[in-house]
């Protein structure tokens, strides 16, 4: 299975679920998380393209900052994580 971009929750005990090989991206206020999976599953959604993501990250993200005051470049964050899809 090729490794596709989700989103997810932590189980009820704070634990990954074993379906994600690499996460914790990208916190809602929900705490659903963004991640990286090479199963079947789609978590609570899986994202066909980059765009997806970055609409879905819009939602709750688009005045994040970093702890310098600086504005979160928040499209490149994402084309970043999109990009590692491939390496």
């Known amino acids: 299975m090729a490794k596709k971009i989700i989103s997810y929750k932590l189980l009820e005990d704070g634990t990954i679920p074993e379906y994600v ?9 929900d705490r ?3 991640g990286f999976t090479e199963s079947e599953t789609d978590g609570i959604q899986s994202f066909e393209t980059k765009q997806a993501l970055l609409d879905y990250i819009n939602t709750y993200a688009q005045n994040w900052e970093t702890n310098l005051s600086v504005p ?4 490149q964050a994402v084309s970043h994580l999109w990009d590692s899809l491939s390496g």
């Open 32 to 34: 659903t998380l963004i």
């Open 21 to 29: 090989i690499e996460g914790g991206h990208f916190a809602s206020p």
């Open 72 to 75: 979160f470049e928040l499209q």
